[in-house]
């Protein structure tokens, strides 16, 4: 449990000039689980500057008109290592002078809703088996599905502040705070928050646990923001380079609208738009992948799941979501809306 004392390694410099470069890059999107390389790069830099933050990176297509050679070689090596690791891959790479060197491989961090994509797509091509399948999806993962979308007939009439990079998926509305020890206290007395930060850092944590969402000016997908909200199963925007923060202000400046800490705004971490105010959002629906993964736990599981419920909405939901009965009833809930309760007692 000390980690690693001292590590000595040749390296390689990705910061020698405009044939030079570095990245981050998966083998299927992080967010969404679609199949194609998902990163970012930079020209004439090192990897701490593209995972930092410190300056936006352009997307790995682009690499493509850049560096023709290296990207040919690049997209090569991963589809040798997805296929190698059945597992979508989460990579570092350099390029000096126009070479490519591999860093790193690791098994990507990705969201409930990509980690069922890709467990089903793999499943589909041959590559993983169906408990494989199954045991590659987090339960509390799976959490993340059956969280709020924004009302579509809501979002028609929401006014669009901005746009950033849609970092990790899910609706979230809250008030703006700045800062994590502010977020810990409003949190603390009920209220939904939004972090809104220029970049966020390991210090910000305690903030980013408790917010509904996290809004960051600078840094791309693969930023500390982006990376730490995935891994939360948070809504994310990053990148949002509209953003005037002024911290000792307590303010945000987005293209000529000041808002004040306390104002409420709504990102959409799937498409990475920002909307003044609240937003209404509406439950999740259990359909496509995640339904074909449902049925293929019932078809290997051992215990069936009863459901907590006390009302009828409650018991049609579950009902839904594939629980067989009702297990445990409190009546004396049952009696809780309108006027009822009063009759009652």
Same mark, same amino acid.
């Given at each position: 449990?000390?980690?690693?004392?001292?590590?000595?390694?040749?390296?390689?410099?990705?910061?020698?000039?405009?044939?030079?470069?570095?990245?981050?890059?998966?083998?299927?999107?992080?967010?969404?689980?679609?199949?194609?390389?998902?990163? @970012?790069?930079? /020209?004439?830099?090192?990897?701490?500057?593209?995972?930092?933050?410190?300056?936006?990176?352009?997307?790995?297509?682009?690499?493509?008109?850049?560096?023709?050679?290296?990207?040919?070689?690049? /997209?090569?090596?991963?589809?040798? +290592?997805? *296929?190698?690791?059945?597992?979508?891959?989460?990579?570092?790479?350099?390029?000096?002078?126009?070479?490519?060197?591999?860093?790193?491989?690791?098994?990507? =961090?990705?969201?409930?809703?990509?980690?069922?994509?890709?467990?089903?797509? +793999?499943?589909?091509?041959?590559?993983?088996?169906?408990?494989?399948?199954?045991?590659?999806?987090?339960? *509390?993962?799976?959490?993340?599905?059956?969280?709020?979308?924004?009302? =579509?007939?809501?979002?028609?009439?929401? =006014?669009? +502040?901005?746009?950033?990079?849609?970092?990790?998926? %899910?609706?979230?509305? %809250?008030? $703006?705070?700045?800062?994590?020890?502010?977020?810990? @206290?409003?949190?603390?007395?009920?209220?939904? $928050? $939004?972090?809104?930060? $220029?970049?966020?850092?390991?210090?910000?944590?305690?903030?980013?646990?408790?917010?509904?969402? /996290?809004?960051?000016?600078?840094?791309?997908?693969?930023?500390?923001?982006?990376?730490?909200?995935?891994?939360? %199963?948070?809504?994310?925007?990053?990148?949002?380079?509209?953003?005037? /923060?002024?911290?000792?202000?307590?303010?945000?400046?987005?293209?000529?609208?000041?808002?004040?800490? %306390?104002?409420?705004?709504?990102? *959409?971490?799937?498409?990475?738009?920002?909307?003044?105010?609240?937003?209404?959002? =509406?439950?999740?629906?259990?359909?496509?992948?995640?339904?074909?993964?449902?049925?293929?736990?019932?078809?290997?599981?051992?215990?069936?799941?009863?459901? *907590?419920?006390?009302?009828?909405?409650?018991?049609?939901?579950?009902?839904?979501?594939?629980?067989?009965?009702?297990?445990?009833?409190?009546? @004396?809930?049952?009696?809780?809306?309108?006027?009822?309760?009063?009759?009652?007692?």
């Amino acid at each position: 449990d000390w980690g690693t004392a001292v590590n000595v390694q040749t390296m390689v410099f990705g910061n020698n000039g405009d044939t030079s470069g570095t990245g981050v890059a998966f083998t299927r999107n992080p967010s969404t689980g679609e199949k194609g390389i998902f990163g @970012e790069y930079l /020209i004439n830099a090192q990897g701490e500057d593209v995972v930092a933050g410190v300056r936006t990176p352009m997307p790995i297509a682009q690499m493509e008109q850049e560096f023709p050679e290296a990207y040919a070689e690049f /997209i090569k090596v991963c589809e040798t +290592l997805e *296929n190698h690791y059945h597992d979508m891959q989460d990579m570092e790479f350099t390029v000096q002078e126009g070479k490519l060197w591999f860093l790193q491989t690791r098994n990507g =961090k990705r969201t409930g809703a990509a980690m069922v994509k890709i467990a089903m797509d +793999l499943l589909h091509q041959g590559m993983i088996d169906e408990k494989t399948a199954l045991m590659r999806c987090e339960p *509390n993962k799976l959490d993340e599905l059956l969280h709020p979308v924004f009302d =579509k007939t809501a979002l028609k009439q929401a =006014k669009v +502040l901005t746009r950033g990079l849609p970092a990790s998926p %899910g609706a979230a509305t %809250g008030q $703006i705070v700045f800062f994590a020890d502010d977020a810990a @206290e409003w949190h603390a007395a009920g209220k939904r $928050i $939004i972090m809104v930060r $220029i970049e966020t850092s390991p210090e910000d944590l305690a903030g980013m646990a408790v917010a509904e969402g /996290i809004l960051t000016a600078r840094g791309g997908m693969t930023s500390h923001a982006a990376v730490v909200a995935r891994g939360m %199963g948070k809504c994310c925007v990053s990148g949002a380079g509209a953003l005037n /923060i002024d911290y000792k202000a307590r303010t945000v400046e987005i293209d000529g609208v000041l808002l004040k800490e %306390g104002d409420y705004i709504s990102l *959409n971490g799937s498409t990475g738009v920002v909307y003044k105010g609240q937003v209404e959002t =509406k439950a999740a629906e259990l359909s496509g992948d995640f339904a074909e993964l449902m049925d293929l736990a019932d078809k290997y599981t051992k215990l069936q799941v009863r459901t *907590n419920a006390d009302t009828p909405h409650d018991a049609a939901v579950a009902r839904n979501f594939g629980a067989v009965g009702i297990g445990l009833c409190r009546t @004396e809930h049952m009696f809780f809306e309108g006027e009822k309760i009063k009759a009652m007692r």
